[in-house]
Structures are given as structure tokens and as C-alpha cells.
């Protein structure tokens, strides 16, 4: 009953998206987005992506929380109890600082980890699994979401679990999730807005889709999810002034249905295939 229940939460929540998505991209962002159909390449994969996550995934992490808990506990910061039951505010000099702080402190922590497990995934063996969410060629809102479970579990973890063991409040703490995850939809959106002279501040979806693009002298740019000053300051960013993103994908095979992308990672690593496009 629950996972029913779940399904239609996703469902309805897709069919929202779609709409805001149709509205941002086919109406506002019209003239200066990639012409590409609207059911376009990878369109149902990605639809399977959105359910999967949903149902199969974020589960999963939930599960993977309670490790963070259990050290919590084992180290007599807190008790189960506590945490069943809502209560447990953080621990320390942090847990005492104002929630607006903590707040503040949590979201730099969080991109700032963020940055540094996206260029990880960059690399060696972990690339092929970063890869899969490279692999659309035509991107758009919906394309965020295609990403594998390994990918996504370790960086929910990442950001997650160092923030609970500093002592940050969990609510505070727990919320960059939801976040970064619709941000990152939005992100991906088909539409070139770099949001003028705030393109050295925030994330936009210009910056984004220089990140997935096959031209060279992207590759390797724009890791930040929020804050395009990882990327200025660590000389990854990358956004020219005279043009926007036309060319998406990889340079490397990938299957084009769910299942098939699920196992090539895995099938990549047996192979010991070498990463021939860092862009991702």
C-alpha cells in the first residue's frame, strides 16, 4: 500500500515538473534554448530513471543513514530514542550556534563537498559511473535525473554524514538533500540564462550545460552544484560570453535502456576501459 502510494506521489510529481519544465523551456526560455523534441532521445529512460530513484534509491539511503546515526549513538552523543523520536538537535559548539548560521555554514560545507566528490567521479574507477549521467545527448531538466545509484548514494552520503558527525543539526543538515536535487533539476534545464553579472555567484543552467559539454576545452569545468566560486577558485570554471552548449554526451559506448546502464559500470571496470572523455 505504501509503495503504491509512492508510485503516484512520483507520478504526480513528474507531471508537475513536466509542466513547470514545458512553461521554463518551451515558453520562457523560447529563442535561446537547443531546439530538441519534447519526448526527445532518452526521454523514456530517464522517466524510468525518475521511478527508480524514487522508489529504489532513496530508500536505500535512508538506510545508509542510520550508519552516521549509530556512530552518533555508540559514542554516547545522542540515543535512538532521541532520534526516533525528532529530538535531537545537534551536538557541541556547532549544535549551539543559531539555526540562520548553521543554515549558512551547512549549505557551503555541503557544495564545497560536493565540488570535491563531483571531480572525484571524474576520475579513474569512478568515473563510469558518473558517466551514465553524462551519456544524454539531448539534455533538459528531465536528463538530471538520470544517474546511477552509486553515483547518487555517494554523494547524499558525502555531503550528509560529515555534517551530522561535526555536530550540525540534522533538520538543517538533512534538508541540503531535497535541496541540491531540485536545483540540480533546474540546472539541467534547456535553456541558456546565466543570470547576467550573477553568473560568478550562483549556479545557472548556462554553467551547468558547459559541464556536459563534448567540446574540449569543457571538459573538466564546472563541478560546483551552487556556487560557481569552487570553480573560480580552484580554475575549473569555465563560461564564455559569445556562445552557449550545443554538443551533450560521452565519447564512450553506453546502453541506452535503464538495466543496460545500470550494469555497464560494473561491465566498464571488468573491461578496465579507460575514461576517454573526462566531461560529465
Request: aromatic share 16%.
Amino acid at each position: 500500500m505504501k509503495q503504491s502510494q509512492t508510485f503516484q506521489g512520483a507520478l504526480i510529481a513528474l507531471v508537475i515538473l513536466s509542466l513547470i519544465f514545458l512553461v521554463v523551456e518551451r515558453v520562457v526560455g523560447r529563442g535561446r534554448n537547443r531546439v530538441q523534441p519534447v519526448i526527445r532521445k532518452g526521454w523514456f529512460t530517464d522517466v524510468v530513471y525518475w521511478f527508480a530513484s524514487i522508489l529504489l534509491t532513496k530508500p536505500l539511503l535512508r538506510l545508509f543513514i542510520i550508519l552516521p546515526a549509530s556512530l552518533l549513538v555508540i559514542s554516547q552523543i545522542t540515543t535512538f530514542d532521541l532520534l526516533k523520536l525528532g529530538q535531537y538537535r545537534g551536538y557541541g559548539p556547532i549544535g549551539a550556534q543559531p539555526l540562520w548560521l548553521q543554515t549558512i555554514e551547512v549549505y557551503l560545507l555541503g557544495d564545497f563537498i560536493g565540488y570535491w566528490t563531483h571531480r572525484l567521479f571524474h576520475n579513474g574507477k569512478w568515473w563510469p559511473f558518473h558517466a551514465v549521467h553524462h551519456s544524454s545527448e539531448d539534455l533538459d531538466w528531465l536528463g538530471s535525473l538520470r544517474v546511477h545509484p552509486v553515483n547518487d548514494l555517494v554523494n547524499n552520503l558525502s555531503q550528509v554524514a560529515p555534517l551530522l558527525m561535526l555536530g550540525f543539526n540534522p533538520f538543517v543538515t538533512l534538508s541540503t538533500a531535497p535541496f541540491f536535487t531540485l536545483y540540480a533539476i533546474f540546472l539541467h534545464a534547456n535553456v541558456n540564462w546565466d543570470f547576467g553579472p550573477l553568473r560568478y555567484v550562483i549556479a545557472t543552467p548556462a554553467f551547468h550545460r558547459w559541464h556536459h559539454s563534448k567540446d574540449r576545452e569543457a571538459w573538466d569545468k564546472n563541478f560546483a552544484g551552487l556556487l560557481p566560486m569552487w570553480d573560480l577558485l580552484f580554475g575549473t570554471f569555465y563560461m564564455p560570453k559569445d556562445r552557449y552548449p550545443e554538443n551533450f554526451g560521452i565519447c564512450e559506448p553506453m546502453p541506452k535502456g535503464y538495466l543496460g546502464q545500470m550494469w555497464e559500470p560494473f561491465a566498464w571496470l571488468r573491461r578496465r576501459g579507460r575514461k576517454v572523455n573526462p566531461a560529465g
